[in-house]
């Protein structure tokens, strides 16, 4: 059975930090590339970033770009999104999300083309 779990959510203050952690079973990940989405109240979900099951080449979208940072740990089987410089507009659920292959999607954030998916962690941004 696969799972992915994630954790690492929180209240934070505008400014602040968080580090999710997604944890597979059942599944090798350096075998899948991973995602992350988030998904506000009332919003669509949007692919945030994703890093290849390869050489850990990644993607980002632009509204988090030089403030997020994803990588990988394949002893841990782990990926984790490193969140900096949060704002109250980061402020949503967020998923992490497994598509088989090696490289990067060629439509990295099409949700509906993963495999697997966890259940989400809350992330909120508050003063």
């Known amino acids: 059975q696969v799972q992915l779990v994630e954790s690492g959510g929180g209240l934070v203050q505008p400014g602040g930090s968080l580090r999710l952690s997604c944890v597979a079973s059942g599944i090798t990940l350096d075998d899948y590339a991973i995602a992350w989405f988030r998904q506000a109240p009332g919003k669509e979900r949007e692919g945030v970033s994703c890093i290849s099951g390869s050489d850990g080449t990644t993607y980002s979208t632009d509204s988090v770009k030089g403030r997020f940072s994803i990588s990988r740990d394949n002893a841990r089987n782990t990926v984790n999104l490193q969140m900096n410089n949060l704002a109250p507009e980061d402020t949503a659920v967020y998923y992490c999300?497994?598509?088989?292959?090696?490289?990067?999607?060629?439509?990295?954030?099409?949700?509906?083309?993963?495999?697997?998916w966890g259940q989400g962690t809350q992330v909120t941004v508050s003063s």
């Open positions: 999300a497994a598509i088989e292959g090696l490289g990067l999607p060629g439509r990295p954030f099409a949700a509906r083309e993963y495999d697997y």
